[in-house]
């Protein structure tokens, strides 16, 4: 089946915990991205990378960290520094811009 | 900066009805207009896309229509139906910057 997959689907994590979300990609694609999804708000831009061991920052990226060691693979971290890490996270990939972006099913992540 | 603008923020119309989202974009390069869809706690979905070549596209229900003068796009659902409920997002984005910049999203609900 391909696509793109997340995981884990549900993630709790206590203040001050760094964690990390999973992206998997079997698409080929060039290009990943994560996006944050807040209730009744749009999709927001956290990181991107066009191409293994590069990635740019996106419209909120204070807070997290992402790596590409792999074309196939693009894995968020939600650092403590993050002051509002609840929410649900999309990861997509593209060929690249001017195509389709296929997203992932999300992760839903919540601070306890 | 390059935004998206989408209108209305939320849309009720009865079944059979149409329903009609519009969206104002700032970069004039952009030349590739997608359509998601994303049902509630689902990953968004492209239903229909448009690039900048093309005045208007169709797919059974739904159609698109964009303006490169204006620098807007529609998205129009014809006999609007319970499974259209969801909420709706649309993109812009420029061939070689990787980049989707995404609306606010619309939450249509279809009333029986």
């Known amino acids: 089946d391909g696509g793109i997959t997340q995981s884990p689907k549900y993630l709790f994590r206590k203040e001050g915990q760094n964690v990390t979300l999973s992206c998997e990609q079997n698409?080929?694609?060039?290009?990943m991205y994560w996006y944050r999804q807040d209730p009744g708000q749009g999709l927001r831009l956290i990181y991107y990378s066009q191409i293994v061991n590069d990635f740019q920052k996106g419209d909120i990226a204070e807070g997290y960290s992402v790596s590409r060691e792999k074309k196939e693979s693009f894995p968020l971290t939600v650092t403590s520094a993050q002051k509002n890490p609840t929410a649900f996270y999309l990861c997509?990939?593209?060929?690249?811009?001017?195509?389709?972006?296929?997203f992932g099913q999300g992760t839903r992540l919540t601070v306890v | 900066g390059e935004n998206v603008e989408q209108h209305p923020s939320t849309l009720s119309v009865q079944e059979g009805d149409s329903a009609v989202i519009k969206c104002t974009y700032s970069?004039?390069?952009?030349?590739?207009f997608p359509w998601y869809k994303q049902e509630l706690g689902k990953r968004p979905q492209l239903i229909i896309d448009i690039r900048s070549n093309v005045g208007e596209k169709k797919d059974q229900r739904i159609a698109v229509t964009l303006n490169k003068t204006a620098k807007h796009f529609s998205l129009h659902i014809t006999e609007t139906q319970p499974e259209d409920s969801a909420v709706y997002f649309c993109?812009?984005?420029?061939?070689?910057?990787?980049?989707?910049?995404f609306g606010t999203g619309t939450r249509l609900k279809v009333l029986a």
């Open positions: 970069d004039s390069a952009s030349n590739y």
């Open positions: 698409l080929n694609h060039d290009a």
């Open positions: 993109a812009a984005s420029t061939s070689g910057t990787y980049k989707y910049i």
């Open positions: 997509a990939s593209s060929s690249f811009a001017g195509t389709e972006a296929f």
